[in-house]
């Protein structure tokens, strides 16, 4: 008779697998400090996780990309998320041109060309196959609160009012862009897989920005939130962040979980996104 042998990564899974909910809720929270205190270490610059941050999220894309030209079809994927994506990095983009010129706008004016590329394929190449019904998350369910919010909590600095109010704009887009594509996987339940892989890229992504962020006050000693300016600007950013890679945090697991059970296809639970 075969015996299988579990390898000490598939026994620790198969651990977690069983726990309740509460008790993996626990161990994500530690797992992610783990990891935050294991990147200040061995990151030297903590810059570069903002750029590893834009970088995956291009990968991300490129994904998406493949997609569209091997399968020729969009089903499963999201043209409101992607409308969204390319507002706040237009807006982002702006806001780099006129604030600060650095290695950040390449890589958003190289992600904004992308994403208006999978734009330009949804609705006019692939249309046929767009699943409009399942897209069916009202966008001005996000548009209308990220405005507000940005006229009433944005940076204090000494730039112009209309370039604060974008930068705090593309900030707050930025952290609820996906939830369309969201939406359309809790309506199909079924994930195939490069749609899974481009949402995966984009928590990693949205965790390392998140890092980013979260490293940076550490280092500085809180001397970061100061020189974002006062009032609630400084914590709405660091929410902004925890917010939009919590929101992907629970999609994350079951990937993570398909992955190591072998599965192609995603198959989400009830009331998982």
Known sequence: MKTTTKTPIHAVWS????QPPKVKAFLAVVTGMATLVLLR???VDHDNLF???EAVHSIGICVLIYKLMKEKTCAGLSLKSQELTAIFLAVRLYCSFVMEYDI???LDLATLGTTLWVIFMIRFKLR??????????????????CVVLAV???????HNILNRISWALCVYLEAVSVLPQLRVMQNTKIVEPFTAHYVFALGVARFLSCAHWVLQVVDTRGRLLVALGYGLWPSMVLISEIVQTFILADFCYYYVKSVFGGQLVLRLPSGVV
Not at 133 to 140: E, H, I, P, S, V
């Open 41 to 43: 270490f061995i990151v």
């Open 51 to 53: 750029v590893a941050a």
């Open 104 to 106: 950040h706008t390449i």
């Open 128 to 145: 046929a196959s767009y699943m409009e019904d399942k897209d069916n998350f009202a966008l001005y369910y996000v548009l209308v609160p």
């Open 152 to 158: 009433l909590i944005h940076p204090s600095t000494s």
């Open 15 to 18: 651990w977690v697998r069983r």
